[in-house]
């Protein structure tokens, strides 16, 4: 008897067993996030329409010294910027890039800035909580958790003109800096609008389950605290006097991408730095948990599926669009993260940049023909 042949293994036997272990990686790697479903409304156009695609971005000017890495947050003084690195460090520097100065390490990841009226310098730090740099050098944490809860992610900050109150955000009570693509796909709404009262140090919280909490800005009179969800593509409003005090709204739904910071100029204009625009990949998963759990685990070995685009948009005090600028080029100043106006210019600041930007009003605000 002649012993049997040996079987051969072919091109279908392997790309089944590849099949099989790419279903059970999908399927069955560990991972910590838990979706939630939920139904986002269909995006907005980025071909036609308020939203349509432009190259104003194309335009703007490198400033600042190098050195930078993540210009995440952005504060000019006296013909400088003031921003938060990527390493730690809070460093000022001249918009010619003529030199470069640190301010403070603060040993996390400095996201927000704000100047309290007594000079001391507001720093919402993503891993050390809410600070304080005074005159002297000197770095002091003022906040580190809120009803009992510790940050987790804290984001943003404005202070109010008396200096009595500091408005900030923690995107996140679950999910750490670097961990904000977990958070958005989980959509778990565990991120908060706080409070600090620095006449007594307490920390309030005046908003809860919101879908990370990103960007914060005072509006006119400070009537109101804006605050951007990054995950649910909108900005809330919590009023802080009048008769809706203590309520909160949206102030704007539906945006066309994830809203990252938000400034206000003081003159009846809001602006929104979009991190990129919305995937449609993953609008449409967004009520299916386990296909977006398979995502998660896909996106271990894989790139995000996030756009490389730069994209800023103005809105009026009553959430209407005034002014979209864009530019998807391959050489474009993306993610931008952080738009503020000063003067007759825009500066822009982003997450993984490695220096500043700046764009003239004029052209910014000018309709397209």
């Keep these: 008897m002649k012993p049997a042949a040996p079987r051969r293994i072919t091109l279908r036997h392997l790309l089944l067993v590849v099949l099989v272990a790419l279903g059970a990686f999908l ?3 560990p991972t ?3 979706p939630v479903a939920w139904q986002p409304p269909a995006a907005p156009s980025l071909k036609t329409g308020p939203y349509a695609a432009n190259q104003k971005l194309k335009a703007v000017q490198a400033v600042g010294a190098p050195g930078i890495d993540g210009p ?3 504060l000019l003084e006296d013909g400088a910027l003031i921003s938060g690195l990527h390493d730690g460090r809070v460093i000022r520097t001249p918009l010619d890039g003529s030199a470069l100065q640190v301010l403070v390490d603060t040993g996390g990841r400095p996201l927000g800035l704000a100047r309290h009226p007594d000079g001391r310098l507001i720093i919402a730090d993503a891993v050390k909580g809410l600070l304080a740099l005074d005159a002297r050098g000197q770095l002091s944490t ?3 958790s809120a009803n009992g809860l510790p940050f ?6 404005a202070v109010d003109a008396a200096g009595r109150y500091a408005y900030f955000s923690d995107a996140s009570s679950r999910w750490g800096y670097g961990e904000d693509g977990e958070a958005v796909i989980e959509h778990g709404g565990d991120g908060r609008l706080l409070r600090y009262d620095f006449q007594n140090g307490r920390t309030e919280q005046l908003l809860d389950g919101l879908e990370f909490a990103n960007g914060v800005a005072l509006g006119p009179e400070e009537a109101y605290v804006l605050v951007n969800e990054t995950g649910a593509y909108r900005i809330s409003r919590y009023w ?7 309520t909160h709204d949206v102030f704007v739904d539906n945006l066309p991408g994830l809203p990252d910071n938000l400034s206000f100029n ?3 204009r809001f602006w929104v730095a979009l991190y990129a625009p919305r995937n449609a990949l993953l609008d449409r998963t967004a009520p299916y948990p386990l296909v977006r759990k398979m995502l998660v685990r896909a996106m271990t070995v894989l790139p995000k599926p996030v756009e490389k685009r730069a994209f800023v948009i103005a809105l009026d005090t009553q959430g209407q669009l005034v002014a979209n600028l864009q530019d998807a ?3 474009s100043y993306a993610p931008i993260t952080t738009v503020r106006e000063y003067g007759d210019a825009l500066y822009f600041g982003s997450l993984t940049a490695t220096h500043m930007a700046r764009l003239p009003l004029g052209p910014a605000l000018a309709k397209e023909p």
């Design 27 to 29: 399927l069955l790697m």
């Design 32 to 34: 910590r996030v838990q």
């Design 72 to 74: 995440e947050a952005l």
């Design 142 to 144: 003022l906040a580190t």
């Design 152 to 157: 987790g992610f804290t984001d943003d900050v």
């Design 240 to 246: 802080l006097s009048g008769a809706r005090a203590g």
């Design 266 to 268: 003081g003159q009846g």
């Design 329 to 331: 080029s391959a050489g």
